[in-house]
């Protein structure tokens, strides 16, 4: 059974660090756990729980600037921002239920360090584009700041881009500065039925090539079409979202059914259907239910024109869909002890791109790449960077890949 | 130059002949400049009060060359500073007397267009607007568009994290970079990122964005390039005062509206520009404001609308909506002049580059006017506005003994308040060597030391861009030491479960 430490304030992450370096400790770090599912399993002695940091401590709409303490559930700062008419644009996909675990737990230090994104990250980019600025207790037990509460800021590097999607593997950060967005003031989703993968691809292109500014691209071919709220008929779909204000939803849905009407039929939801239709995209509803627990789970990002192509390497048994238009591959594999790595990165090697193994036993993620292996030379750099942060491996060891 | 740079390494120049010689092996033909004379184009970058000829140019075509000049120059201990087209402001470009001045402009080409995945792949020494250009037949941009853009190249915009006007909407480099193929001090070829989004591992793409030269040469670029919107206009709002024309940025922002560029002038700026360029600006306001909206048509009317509105409400006393696109155009093209135009009312002009939480404006301005009486000095002001990110030009004459000290102290004061408001020391230009002794003002020795490891992550001997960004630099083997308190420590006392 290994130990819980359960800092209250900054200086008690640093006195936990202090103390796991004074006596050759490992720690794993903790939000409310939500991912703990992806990546290696890592060993460690005792687990930094952050999630009693928690707080909103700065807040101004009109500056778009937000600041709150790493722990802080992600559900109440979605709360706040939605009173205020805002949002975190990069639509920060809950992990939990993929898990069997109950949805709108994550923290936003979760958030960050596994540089979450949804939909929207083909218009409005990843956690790592919204995160301004931090504080965090480095692997040698020092307390860093990096960035700001200003969005223009080039003053020294970029620390906060190399902590979002470190995996707790830097750095614990306690204090987290993120910059809002207004939340559109409505949305609908344009949706051709009955294409199949490649034809979609070409669909979802030719949308993301227009004026259109859509903000979200997908695809769901017919075995998953049923798992989403929101579409009329189990049908394949590709669907493409709008928003912002309604003048110019309307123009560009009529422009949009225009331009996709020689891919198939095409059909048009309003909001409410739409709203209801993208939440079930960015929690990846079809592999959350109880039967496709078992399967593994594979998160894939390529190029989106080659999307198909990569999917086309692997089984037929596999349940996919495409996100990002095309470039975003959820992947679910047949067998609960076979995650087929092999061809899943036999076509990127070919094709471009990089998979996560998001979810399978830790006995299969004990011995698998969960994330994408790294060439000899990046590999040595990126553990050149882990050493700079943390050279006596007490955060995380092994979460990304052996070694860091 | 009142900022003092690494010391030359007498060695290293006793054996300039050797190195030339060597480095003309690697880079045939006309690729090593050697000359005085002819190296001179080369002895500053936009800060021009900054000047030191290098001990020789380089000027590799291919990422072969770079490799063989980078691994040469690490096993022989020579310094080795990257340069695009020299528009830096910051001195980030600036030459070392036993450097190698390692020029990119001959990786010109645009390697590849890709309309399907939306990207470029374009070498470092294209220009900024090139990229613009080789996509607009397909209706398509590059969205990062730097004053500059005619002669700023993609590698300078990488190693300096360039903004634009329109990066409130569209992101600066960072956020519209896919991919780079880098090349480390050692010689060493990597590459980041692609065609797809968020690569594996740490976001190495992230931090090489904006690190000014000192983490690796960047010898390919992979950008996304954006659909351009199917119309846009501006508005062009005066204000008796900047703190109305401040409260509209706000007003325009809480109402949820993110312009495609907002910018802004003060009295002294709006004067200088409307004599150079007669951009139609009034002159009887004290702020000038530029909202431009960019989508559909009924995207953009709706919204100069709602705009026109609360301008209003914030006392607005003049407020003209482009009727045409050569009039969108104009009301731009004096923003976009205002450096030049700055440099017609003054020999010379230190532009400077803070950025501070917008709603400090009208406390930051206040300040400054009674610094530029203190310093005796005048200043103008342009301020990309939506980002709150403030370009003061100092107005000074280098040929009268003392005034460019008074300048950069007045510079340096500006910079000082822009972090005691919670702002930031550069928000595009850069900490080069101009802002390296300001780090201190933002930063703590832990956190200098942690980005110097990074640094010595990249670039464990310090032989690129050294005397840029770090007020000190200390060696690798010194910062990567641990200092653990001897025996074990008690267990803190944390709740524990
Ligand atoms: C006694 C106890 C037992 C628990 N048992 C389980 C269990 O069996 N299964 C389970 O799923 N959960 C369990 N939890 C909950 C779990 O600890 C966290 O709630 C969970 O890790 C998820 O938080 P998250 O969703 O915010 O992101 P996480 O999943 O915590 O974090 C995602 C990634 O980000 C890192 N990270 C998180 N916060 C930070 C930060 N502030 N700084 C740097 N890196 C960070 C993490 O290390 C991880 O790599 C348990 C909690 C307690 C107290
Ligand atoms: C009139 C004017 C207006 C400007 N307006 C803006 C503006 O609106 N927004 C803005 O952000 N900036 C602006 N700038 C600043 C400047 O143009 C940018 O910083 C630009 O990105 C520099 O590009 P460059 O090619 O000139 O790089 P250089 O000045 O040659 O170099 C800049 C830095 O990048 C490094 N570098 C260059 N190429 C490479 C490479 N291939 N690999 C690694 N490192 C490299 C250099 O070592 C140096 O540290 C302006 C400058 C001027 C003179």
Redesign the pocket.
Same mark, same amino acid.
């Given at each position: 059974m290994t130990e819980?430490l +359960?800092p209250r304030d900054a200086k008690e992450v640093e006195d936990a660090v202090r103390w796991a370096l004074g006596n050759d400790k490992a720690l794993?770090? =903790? %939000?409310?756990? &939500? +991912?703990? *599912?992806i990546?290696r399993p890592s060993q460690t002695d005792a687990?930094l729980?952050?999630?009693d940091l928690t707080g909103v401590t700065l807040y101004e709409p009109a500056e778009l600037v937000l600041s709150a303490r $790493?722990?802080t559930p992600l559900r109440e700062i979605e709360k706040l921002l939605d009173d205020n008419n805002q949002q975190l644009a990069f639509e920060p996909m809950d992990? *939990?239920p993929l898990?069997g675990?109950e949805a709108g737990?994550?923290?936003i230090? %979760? $958030?960050i $360090?596994?540089n979450l994104s949804g939909p929207r990250r083909i218009k409005q980019g990843a956690a790592r584009d919204h995160f301004l600025g931090v504080s =965090?207790v480095t692997g040698r037990g020092e307390t860093i700041k990096s960035g700001g509460r200003v969005v223009k800021n080039v003053t020294g590097y970029d620390m906060c881009k190399v902590l979002a999607g470190s995996? *707790?593997t830097l750095? $614990?950060? &306690?204090d987290i500065t993120i910059k809002v967005l207004p939340k559109p003031e409505t949305e609908s989703t344009v949706v051709v039925f009955g294409l199949d993968d490649a034809q979609a691809c070409a669909a979802m292109a030719a949308a993301m090539g227009s004026s259109c500014d859509v903000s979200g691209a997908a695809h769901l071919p017919d075995h998953v079409a049923s798992y989403f709220d929101g579409l009329p008929k189990p049908e394949a779909a590709t669907v493409l979202r709008l928003e912002g204000v309604a003048p110019s939803v309307k123009h560009r849905q009529e422009a949009l059914l225009a331009l996709l009407r020689p891919f198939g039929p095409a059909a048009m939801l309003e909001a409410r259907d739409s709203t209801a239709l993208w939440r079930g995209i960015r929690e990846v509803r079809p592999f959350t239910t109880a039967a496709a627990q078992a399967r593994p789970l594979w998160r894939i990002s390529t190029a989106p024109g080659q999307g198909h192509a990569v999917a086309a390497r692997i089984t037929p048994a596999a349940q996919m869909f495409y996100d990002w238009a095309g470039g975003l591959i959820w992947a679910a594999m047949p067998f609960a002890d076979e995650p087929d790595s092999g061809s899943i990165r036999g076509a990127l090697a070919d094709l471009g791109g990089h998979a996560t193994l998001v979810r399978a036993p830790a006995a299969v993620r004990a011995v698998a790449d969960v994330f994408e292996p790294e060439t000899a030379g990046l590999r040595a750099l990126n553990k050149r960077v882990k050493d700079g942060f943390d050279p006596k491996g007490v955060l995380?060891p092994g979460?990304m890949w052996a070694g860091v | 130059m009142s900022v003092r740079m690494p010391a030359a390494d007498a060695a290293v120049l006793a054996k300039r002949d050797r190195i030339v010689a060597t480095l003309r092996a690697i880079v045939p033909g006309e690729g090593v400049i050697a000359g005085e004379r002819e190296m001179r184009p080369f002895e500053s970058d936009g800060l021009t009060a900054y000047r030191q000829l290098p001990m020789v140019v380089v000027l590799p075509e291919t990422t072969q060359q770079v490799s063989e000049v980078l691994a040469y120059c690490h096993s022989e201990g020579i310094k080795v500073v990257p340069r695009g087209a020299g528009t830096s402001l910051s001195g980030g470009a600036l030459p070392l007397e036993d450097g190698v001045l390692l020029g990119m402009a001959k990786f010109s080409r645009i390697r590849e267009i890709d309309f399907e995945n939306r990207i470029a792949v374009v070498e470092p020494g294209v220009t900024n607007l090139a990229v613009s250009t080789a996509v607009a037949h397909e209706g398509f941009y590059y969205a990062p568009d730097p004053s500059s853009q005619i002669a700023c190249t993609i590698g300078g915009n990488v190693a300096e994290n360039s903004g634009g006007v329109h990066c409130l909407k569209y992101g600066m480099t960072t956020n519209n970079l896919l991919g780079c193929e880098i090349v480390l001090m050692n010689g060493e070829v990597l590459r980041l990122g692609g065609k797809h989004l968020d690569a594996a591992g740490y976001d190495l793409l992230g931090l090489i964005t904006g690190s000014e030269g000192l983490l690796g040469v960047v010898t390919e670029v992979t950008v996304r390039i954006l659909k351009k919107p199917e119309t846009a206009r501006a508005v062009l709002v005066g204000f008796p005062s900047s703190e109305d024309a401040g409260a509209c940025v706000s007003a325009i922002i809480a109402a949820g509206i993110i312009p495609g560029g907002m910018e802004m002038m003060d009295r002294p700026a709006i004067h200088a520009v409307e004599e150079f360029v007669h951009a139609g600006y009034p002159l009887d306001v004290e702020a000038l404001l530029i909202v431009e909206l960019d989508g559909p048509a009924a995207e953009v009317d709706h919204l100069i609308e709602r705009v026109e509105a609360i301008a209003r409400d914030c006392g607005s006393t003049t407020c003209r909506v482009s009727q045409s696109e050569t009039e969108r155009l104009l009301f731009w093209a004096g923003r976009k002049a205002a450096f030049p135009a700055v440099g017609r009312i003054s020999p010379d002009y230190l532009c400077m580059d803070g950025t501070i939480p917008r709603a400090k404006l009208p406390e930051v301005l206040a300040a400054m006017k009674a610094m530029s009486e203190k310093f005796g000095l005048r200043v103008a002001n342009v301020f990309h506005a939506g980002d709150g990110n403030l370009h003061p030009l100092i107005l000074y004459d280098a040929n009268v003994p003392g005034e460019l000290e008074r300048a950069e102290n007045f510079g340096a004061d500006i910079l000082k308040l822009c972090v005691a408001v919670g702002g930031v020391l550069t928000g595009e230009h850069g900490v080069g060597v101009e802002k390296r002794d300001l780090m201190p003002e933002m930063f703590s020795e832990i956190d200098l030391a942690a980005q110097q490891r990074v640094k010595c992550a990249f670039d464990e001997k310090g032989l690129l861009n050294p005397g840029k960004v770090f007020p000190v630099l200390h060696r690798c083997a010194e910062l990567g030491r641990m200092h653990i308190s001897g025996g074990k420590l008690p267990f803190p006392d944390i709740p524990r479960?």
């Open positions: 819980v +359960k794993e770090l =903790a %939000g409310q756990g &939500t +991912k703990r *599912g990546g687990t729980d952050l999630s $790493a722990g992990y *939990g898990f675990l737990q994550g923290t230090g %979760g $958030a $360090a596994s =965090a995996w *707790g750095a $614990a950060m &306690t995380n979460r | 479960f």
